[in-house]
């Protein structure tokens, strides 16, 4: 089995909502997870598939919960881990929002391998013939809820990439 490179991932609490936290610990050596200060409770399944990951979960205290401030504070957190370890250690940002592209984009130019991974779902298109669905789309397999999320398949494609 190959060795998975050393991998930091980069979220906010809502991101992380969106996605399997169990999905992570496959596929990352450290969390940071930013969260507004005025959350006062998070949802028990967050909290145990998060202890599963032990140390390798950080949660950062935002003090305020505007997008601005979570687009700083992660903004700041990559560039102080981009500057202390090596580049072999790369990134993933987990989150829809588009401001990260241009660090991202800053980042590999550094030599650093970073990627923007979305959380929303694709939708699948349903084609109609004559009113009617076509029966392989109607199969179960086609709407099959265990498909790989965007996380496996965007961290499996830098993974070959890299080989």
């Known amino acids: 089995m190959a060795h998975l490179p050393r991998r930091y991932i980069f979220t906010d609490y809502e991101s992380l909502k969106k ?12 969390v940071y997870i930013l969260i507004g200060k005025e959350v006062e409770q998070i949802p028990f399944q ?8 032990g140390k390798r979960v ?5 003090e305020n919960n505007s997008e601005s401030d979570f687009r700083l504070h992660l903004s700041f957190l990559m560039g102080a881990l981009h500057q202390k ?4 250690t ?20 550094a030599g650093r391998n970073c ?3 979305k959380t929303k779902k694709k939708k699948k298109n349903k084609i109609v013939v004559d009113n009617v669905l076509p029966k392989e789309i109607l199969e179960d397999e086609y709407f099959n ?3 790989d999320d965007d996380l496996t398949e965007a961290i499996e494609n830098l993974n070959a990439e890299n080989n």
Do not use: M, T
């Open 46 to 53: 967050i909290v145990l598939h998060a202890q599963k990951l």
């Open 115 to 117: 990627i923007r991974v």
């Open 85 to 88: 370890l090596g580049v072999e």
């Open 19 to 30: 996605v399997k936290i169990s999905k992570l610990q496959k596929v990352c050596n450290k």
């Open 145 to 147: 809820e265990e498909e």
């Open 58 to 62: 950080k949660w950062v205290s935002v």
């Open 90 to 109: 790369e990134f993933a940002v987990l989150s829809d929002d588009e401001y990260f592209d241009p660090l991202i984009d800053f980042i590999n130019d």
